[in-house]
C-alpha cells in the first residue's frame, strides 16, 4: 500500500532561518507530488506541485521543492521563514494511473516560527 | 478559493444519532472526496465521488456513507455517530483524477 512518512513532527524556527521539510513516499509507479499548508483555523491550501518535467518546482510565498526519483523524495525548502509560514505542512502523493486520484498524506508537519 | 462550502461548520451531537454532512461546489468538478483529520494522521480519504452516483470507498469508510445525486451535492452520512468520529472533515474537489484536488472549510463534528 503506498504511504507518506513526514520526517519532523514539529519544526520550531527564528524568523529568517532556512527551511527543509522531508518527505518520502512508497510506491514505485508514477506518481503525482503536492505539499499543502493549513494555517491555524484554516482549510488546506496548495503549496505547491509536480506532476512532470523539472524536478524542482517552485510554489507560492517563495517555497520550493525538489522532486528526487531515485530517493522517493519530495522535500520543501525555504531560504528565510517569516513569522507567518507558522502553520501546518502536509505532503501528499497520488499514483497517476490509482482510480479516482486518492491522495495519501503524510501525518503533516508542524511550523513554529519565532519573531 | 474554489467554490467549496460546507455545511454546517460545526456540529455537536450525541453518540448514536444520524448525522449529514454536505459538500457543495459551484466548479463543475467531476470529482468530490471526503477526509477526515485528526491529530497525527494527517487526512485520511473516507469516501470519493467520480460522478454523479458513482463512489467508492477510502480507507477509512467504516461506519460512514455518502451519496452524489448532483454534480454539485456530495453528502456524508454518519448512520449511528460514534465518539470516535469526532473530527474535523474535509471536502475536496478536483478536475479529474490524480489532478489538484482543492478543500473546503471544513466541518468540526463532535460526538458526545
Known amino acids: 500500500a503506498q504511504s507518506v512518512s513526514q520526517h519532523n513532527h514539529h519544526v520550531i524556527l527564528s524568523e529568517a532561518a532556512s527551511l527543509e521539510l522531508g518527505c518520502n513516499y512508497s510506491?514505485?509507479?508514477?506518481?503525482?507530488l503536492f505539499w499543502y499548508v493549513q494555517y491555524p483555523g484554516q482549510h488546506l491550501q496548495l503549496l505547491l506541485k509536480?506532476?512532470?518535467?523539472?524536478?524542482l518546482v517552485k510554489g507560492i510565498k517563495g517555497f520550493e521543492a525538489e522532486f528526487i526519483k531515485s530517493k522517493f523524495s519530495f522535500n520543501l525548502r525555504k531560504p528565510s521563514v517569516q513569522w507567518s509560514d507558522t502553520a501546518e505542512y502536509f505532503c501528499?502523493?497520488?499514483?497517476?494511473?490509482?482510480?479516482?486520484?486518492?491522495?495519501?498524506f503524510g501525518q503533516g508537519t508542524e511550523l513554529s516560527v519565532k519573531p | 478559493d474554489a467554490g467549496i462550502t460546507q455545511s454546517p461548520r460545526h456540529k455537536v451531537t450525541e453518540t448514536g444519532t444520524p448525522v449529514t454532512l454536505r459538500c457543495h461546489q459551484t466548479?463543475?468538478?467531476?470529482?468530490m472526496y471526503w477526509y477526515r483529520q485528526d491529530p497525527g494522521h494527517g487526512l485520511r480519504l473516507i469516501h470519493y465521488?467520480?460522478?454523479?452516483?458513482?463512489?467508492d470507498k477510502g480507507e477509512v469508510s467504516d461506519g460512514y456513507s455518502v451519496s452524489r445525486s448532483k454534480t454539485e451535492d456530495f453528502l456524508l452520512t454518519l448512520e449511528s455517530a460514534t465518539s470516535s468520529q469526532t473530527s474535523v472533515y474535509f471536502c475536496?474537489?478536483?478536475?479529474?483524477?490524480?489532478?489538484?484536488?482543492?478543500f473546503g472549510p471544513g466541518t468540526r463534528l463532535t460526538v458526545l
Open positions: 501528499a502523493v497520488t499514483a497517476i494511473y490509482n482510480q479516482g486520484g486518492k491522495l495519501i
Open positions: 465521488s467520480y460522478g454523479v452516483k458513482d463512489t
Open positions: 466548479e463543475n468538478h467531476r470529482y
Open positions: 510506491y514505485g509507479g508514477t506518481v503525482n
Open positions: 475536496a474537489i478536483s478536475h479529474s483524477g490524480g489532478d489538484t484536488q482543492y
Open positions: 509536480y506532476f512532470s518535467g523539472d524536478p
